[in-house]
């Protein structure tokens, strides 16, 4: 009943930046928190950044903070991460994802997710 799909992902030189946008069908979309996560190879889903439903509550893993941003615009039922300053340990699969209710950081309680959309940052 919902689906998410990712795009914006590419090849981008260090220090450089992306916005990656998730596009959500489902009603009514303004419940849902929306998050990104990624995951680089060999590696577990890691936590980026998430968003309340009404936009009023933004939270960011350490590692990205002052970096990137996220946002909501909830009349085109949409999500962005705005990327700059990109690193080469940012290079990963990042992955849109919705959940009801708060805010976590545990890839394990979001309900629906994305196909996710490659970032690769060259030195």
Do not use: H
Not at 35 to 55: L, Y
Not at 61 to 84: E, H, P, W
Not at 98 to 107: F, Q
Request: proline share 2%; with cysteine.
């Amino acid at each position: 009943q919902v689906q998410l799909v990712e795009s914006g992902g590419g090849l981008v030189q260090a220090g450089g930046s992306l916005r990656l946008s998730c596009a959500v069908s489902g009603r009514p979309f303004s419940n849902y928190v929306m998050g990104w996560f990624r995951q680089a190879p060999g590696k577990e889903r890691e936590f980026v950044a998430a968003i309340t439903g009404s936009g009023g509550g933004i939270y960011y893993a350490d590692s990205v903070k002052g970096r990137f941003t996220i946002s909501r615009d909830n009349a085109k039922n949409r999500v962005y991460l705005q990327m700059n300053s990109l690193k080469p340990e940012d290079t990963a699969v990042y992955y849109c994802t919705a959940r009801m209710g708060s805010v976590v950081r545990a890839a394990s309680s979001y309900d629906y997710w994305g196909q996710g959309t490659q970032v690769t940052v060259s030195s």
